[in-house]
């Protein structure tokens, strides 16, 4: 199956979270608005993980195309405030991942 890169795109617009779509080395595709937002306007074919750092992004993105395995990630950086992430990703056609940013920061936290 070939997909093609509007349906990639169209497919990044269809979260209300940061996300973007990365060919099988971690190079950024397709960025919707809240990712460049939050991570830069001239993310488009740089690396992820020039804008993420976390050390096992890289080889989950790599483990997500050659496996087909999904994997999630807890992240924080600093910007004005330190901010909380959930990070998903997910392969959609052995060539491509998609990896989402879900923002925690001001989730209310349970206390027991």
């Known amino acids: 199956m070939q997909i093609t890169a509007q349906t990639l795109d169209n497919l990044s617009r269809l979260t209300d979270e940061a996300a973007v779509l990365t ?10 608005e809240k990712a460049t937002d939050l991570l830069g306007h001239q993310i488009v074919g740089n690396p992820l993980e020039a804008f993420i750092r976390l050390p096992n992004l890289p080889a989950a993105i790599r483990r997500a195309n050659a496996e087909n395995l999904p994997s999630r990630f807890a992240y924080s950086r600093m910007d004005v ?4 992430f959930n990070i998903s990703v997910a392969p ?18 349970l206390e027991r």
């Open 23 to 32: 060919d099988a080395e971690g190079t950024i595709v397709v960025a919707n």
């Open 81 to 84: 405030v330190k901010r909380q």
């Open 92 to 109: 959609i056609d052995g060539q491509h991942v998609y990896v989402f940013l879900q923002d925690t920061t001001l989730e209310p936290t």
